[in-house]
């Protein structure tokens, strides 16, 4: 091991690094507990986002626009005394939601 301190990522601002080469042993070590499991966490969400895009062509409805999830479903909304279906899914804290068609085609 060396005695020399370690070279910090070049991508890493002036500031954090600063505030990282002022922090106890105890803070540093709790920094590198919570950085470890906040990367965990964030690769966790990658894979879960890759694995809901690996979802086969059988398993999407015929009617599902290209840049509509698989995961999204059916809602109606009713607008002046109007009803409409709309494909809705969430992403993360957002709910999205795409026009689909009038409720009753006739409209």
């Known amino acids: ?8 990522p070049a991508d890493l ?3 954090l690094v600063k505030s990282l080469n002022k922090s ?4 540093l070590q709790d920094i590198a507990r919570y950085a470890e499991a906040l990367a965990e966490h ?6 879960l986002e890759e694995e809901s ?4 062509a059988e398993e999407r409805p015929d009617d599902l626009p ?6 999204a479903t059916i809602t109606i909304k009713e ?8 494909w809705q899914w969430r992403e993360g804290d957002k709910v999205t939601s795409k ?3 009038p409720v009753n085609p006739d409209e």
């Not at 106890?24 to 803070?27: F, H, Q, T, V």
């Not at 895009?53 to 086969?56: F, I, L, S």
């Open 1 to 8: 091991m060396s005695y020399e301190p370690p070279t910090p």
């Open 13 to 15: 601002s002036t500031e």
């Open 24 to 27: 106890s042993l105890d803070r």
């Open 42 to 47: 964030k690769e966790r969400e990658v894979r």
């Open 53 to 56: 895009n690996e979802v086969d």
């Open 66 to 71: 290209d840049d509509v999830p698989a995961k």
């Open 79 to 86: 607008i002046n005394d109007n009803r409409y279906y709309y």
């Open 99 to 101: 026009y689909k068609g």
